[in-house]
């Protein structure tokens, strides 16, 4: 159970409304976090870009020569991102997709981001969660995540992440290989929140 305040479950609708401005989480570059694992080759094979927003992570993938899919569940999101790879002319995939059936996309990836997805699902979604990433993870795959920690003070926002939970959401055919603080930039002020960075390999 999540020992964090309970929030009512954001839905669809909700992210898509968030995209009529820009909402805080897409600050117009890869997170830095996620940037380093890039630039050190911590990258690989095909990757599937969970929650993509407009596209950030998937065209810092594509842009090292990987074959990148992108997901998200808000139209608008996926629209901006598209924009943007034609843009940067990259050539990548992007999908309307809910993120708890990644089971239907019929594929299974070498690498697997998350940035700021996980931290949005409540107790069920969470479980339903990482049971969709593991029909969508290789074995021996790579899960990055990103998620807001119980570290940031406060209650706005989307729920905060112990340890605790990410260890136990990933007990199963799972291996946590790194789960340390780093930080979330975002487009508030002030502009960055305390998080977690975990690298979690699919056994």
């Known amino acids: 159970m999540s020992d964090v305040p309970h929030r009512s479950r954001r839905t669809t609708a909700d992210f898509e409304d968030s995209y009529a401005g820009v909402p805080p989480w897409d600050i117009g570059m890869p997170q830095p976090a996620f940037l380093a694992l890039a630039e050190t080759g911590r990258l690989r094979g095909s ?5 993509c927003g407009t596209g950030e992570h998937t065209l810092m993938a594509a842009e090292r020569g990987l074959a990148a899919t992108g997901i998200d569940a808000a139209p608008t999101a996926i629209a901006i991102a598209g924009r943007k790879a034609a843009d940067r002319g990259l050539d990548v995939r992007l999908l309307v997709h809910d993120a708890l059936e990644l089971d239907q996309l019929g594929e299974r990836f070498d690498t697997v981001l998350d940035s700021g997805l996980f931290h949005v699902f409540d107790d069920h979604d969470r479980a339903r969660y990482v049971e969709s990433l593991a029909a ?41 290989e790194v789960l340390e603080p780093v930080v979330f930039q975002t487009t508030m002020e002030p502009p960055e929140i305390d998080a977690w960075r975990a690298e979690i390999v699919r056994v």
Do not use: N
């Open 47 to 51: 990757v599937l870009d969970a929650g």
């Open 136 to 176: 969508a993870t290789k074995p021996g795959g790579v899960f990055h995540m990103l998620c807001f920690s119980d570290r940031q003070p406060g209650t706005w926002g989307p729920r905060r992440v112990s340890r605790g939970e990410i260890e136990h959401s990933f007990a199963g055919d799972w291996r946590i």
